[in-house]
């Protein structure tokens, strides 16, 4: 069964940093792009960024572009979302997300975890 | 501000039929790229609908259906369920800005 757990949500001051996590299991993660996307309170969904299955190929939403950067590590099936010059905007709920192979649909989905800009 | 338009909501009695619309662009659907559809019940994660325009993941119903022409696709529900009652959301990518892009999302409502 494929799993997709996300972790290092939490309160953070705007301006703050945060690193998200991912952990996959259930399928072959290095065979994957993989993607984050989010959801502000009561919004709709925004995706985020996504990577090749090697790291040669990122790409960002213009919003988070120069502030996130997605990374993997597939020793350890784990996909990573570094946040910083955080906003309140960025206050949403970032899921990671399994890609589908040339068609770009998110076959799986975790949870998520919240992120909230606050003082 | 999302690059693909649906519907705030649509509503109907169980049993009837439903169509959520995606309009896009030429920059998105209009130059081909693939539309996918999912399905968000309230408080859980987005769950893959249709892929591919019209092709549903094994498990779901074939209640469900997707279409694309144009620069627009469509999503319709047949004999509406209380369970469908949800939240839907397009899917494609858009050339113009090198990004995917979600639709702003529809909320369906069993009469």
């Known amino acids: 069964e494929v799993q997709l757990v996300e972790s290092g949500g939490g309160l953070v001051q705007p301006g703050g940093s945060l690193r998200l996590s991912c952990a996959a299991s259930g399928f072959s993660f290095s065979s994957y792009w993989m993607s984050w996307v989010r959801q502000a309170p009561g919004e709709g969904l925004e995706w985020v960024a996504n990577i090749k299955q090697d790291e040669s190929e990122k790409y960002y939403v213009d919003s988070v572009k120069g502030r996130f950067t997605i990374s993997r590590d597939n020793a350890k099936n784990s996909l990573y979302l570094q946040m910083h010059s955080l906003r309140a905007e960025d206050t949403a709920v970032y899921y990671c997300?399994?890609?589908?192979?040339?068609?770009?649909?998110?076959?799986?989905w975790g949870r998520g975890t919240l992120v909230t800009v606050s003082s | 501000q999302s690059v693909l338009t649906q519907p705030p909501s649509v509503s109907g009695a169980p049993g009837q039929r439903v169509t959520i619309s995606c309009t896009g662009s030429?920059?998105?659907?209009?130059?081909?790229?693939?539309v996918h559809w999912y399905q968000q019940l309230p408080g859980t994660a987005p769950k893959l609908l249709i892929y591919?325009?019209?092709n549903r993941p094994s498990g779901v119903p074939d209640r469900f259906s997707g279409s694309k022409s144009g620069t627009s696709a469509s999503l319709a529900i047949t004999g509406l369920q209380a369970e469908d009652e949800a939240d839907y959301y397009c899917q494609s990518y858009d050339s113009n800005l090198s990004a995917y892009v979600f639709g702003t999302g529809t909320k369906v409502t069993v009469l």
């Open positions: 997300a399994r890609e589908r192979p040339i068609h770009g649909d998110l076959i799986n």
């Open positions: 030429s920059s998105n659907i209009g130059a081909g790229y693939d």
């Open positions: 591919f325009n019209t």
